[in-house]
């Protein structure tokens, strides 16, 4: 039934539902390499690839341009470039997730995303003690 709807909730459901990869391929195959800001399903497909099976170069470079632009996008790809390229971009990650750490919607997917970096996120710890020390808290 979700396969009649072509809407991007139904795709992520049927990914969700039946764990087929080609949910995911057919979806982003049909968009550019350079999603916009409105594909918001396209970081989440992005990201159970890469928990998956992997990503395609292709995938990659969409992965890789919505890491480029800064906000939603950006954050909600770094946790799948840390699961594709692990140390490799490190460095990379950890100039852009620390300035999203005190916007109330950003900062808890931000957090989620330095432990999964685990020791590699350490050269923010001081960064992360004046965050916890602050008088602002994420949710």
Known sequence: ??????????????LKVTSDRAVADQYLAGRPEQPGRRDGIAPALLTWLA???GLTARQYKQLRSLFQAPGFGQLTSAGALWLHDGPAVAAELLEVLPDYLSDDLYGRKALRV??????????????LDRFVASRHRAG
Do not use: V
């Not at 039934?1 to 049927?14: E, H, K, S, V």
């Open 1 to 14: 039934m979700l396969r009649q709807y072509p809407t991007q909730g139904a795709t992520l459901a049927l």
């Open 51 to 53: 928990e998956h099976d």
């Open 114 to 127: 330095l432990a999964a970096m685990g020791s590699h996120a350490r050269p923010i710890l001081d960064r």
